[in-house]
């Protein structure tokens, strides 16, 4: 017969070969994976946070205050001239526009939908100014010289950002063309510094555009109808053609400053 005391040693021994056996291991090296992933996700979120804030510390010299109510004044490159506001006509107007893209001036009375629109196709000129009107800064593009990344980049500043609409414009003398009312940038690159630096200068800037509080929501078919909007047609040179009223810009010129170009962004 075992006695008691042999029995417990027993146990004993048993329990102590169990509890060898049984370190998880497994468990130990799954907490090590999550924490390193966790410390991984941390270091990346301090890292972006990092680059988001050195962003913004650049373009602070570009946010509109009450002392310096047009910071585009600072962006090489940039053309001004001073429009009339509300000079509006009909949709079966067109207008003799001095500039391509126009950046103001004569207008159709119904604005594109600018609130962080990507157009595929060229829109009307006409409707896109309004849009200008408004507050909105327009990105132009041309089709054959911007393409892959570069119109990756142009749509990333663009898609839901309100009051901001891109679109191709056909026969751009420049790869890239930036607008808002009065103002003109136009560059050879879509990852220059000065688009961010025209966008925060003059995107609803409330010192630079006519209709302060106006509306970049779609107007809906009849009206502008931001799924089929009527198409791009180039500026005529002619005072009528077929029939179709043609009628001037009538702009004045303020101020131009050097416009220093660059390569293709493609």
């Known amino acids: 017969m075992v ?11 048993r329990n102590a070969v169990v509890a060898k056996r049984s370190t998880p291991w497994g468990l130990i090296a799954g907490i090590l994976v999550v924490l390193l992933f966790a410390g991984g996700i941390f270091g990346y979120a301090f890292y972006k946070n990092d680059e988001k804030s050195a962003a913004t510390e650049a373009l602070a010299p570009f946010t509109p205050t009450d002392a310096n109510k047009d ?29 391509s893209p126009p950046f103001g001036g004569k207008h159709d009375g119904f604005w594109a939908a600018c609130n962080g629109v990507v157009y595929p196709r060229a829109v009307r000129q006409e409707n896109l100014v309004h ?10 593009y041309n089709p054959d010289q ?6 990756d980049t142009l749509k990333a500043k663009v898609q839901n950002q309100p009051y901001t609409v891109l679109s191709p414009y056909p026969g751009l003398d420049q790869p890239i063309a930036l607008q808002a009312w009065g103002h003109q940038l136009k560059l050879g690159d879509a990852n220059d510094p000065r688009v961010d630096q025209f966008i925060t200068a003059l995107r609803l800037n409330r010192f630079t555009y006519p209709e302060v509080g ?11 109808d931001q799924d089929n909007p009527p198409p791009f047609v180039p500026t005529p040179a002619q005072s009528e ?12 010129t303020t101020g131009v400053q050097p416009d220093p170009t660059g390569t293709a962004g493609s």
Do not use: M
């Open 3 to 13: 006695s008691g005391k042999n029995s417990k040693s027993a146990r004993n021994a």
């Open 71 to 99: 910071p585009s004044a600072q962006i090489p490159g940039v053309q001004t001239l001073s429009y009339t506001a509300g000079d509006h006509v009909t949709p079966d107007v067109r207008v003799a526009y001095t500039h």
């Open 131 to 140: 849009s200008l009107e408004h507050g909105a800064v327009w990105l132009a």
């Open 146 to 151: 911007v393409s892959g990344a570069a119109l």
């Open 214 to 224: 106006a509306s970049c929501d779609s107007l809906g078919p009849g009206r502008f």
């Open 241 to 252: 053609i077929n029939g179709t009223t043609i009628l001037p810009e009538t702009s004045q």
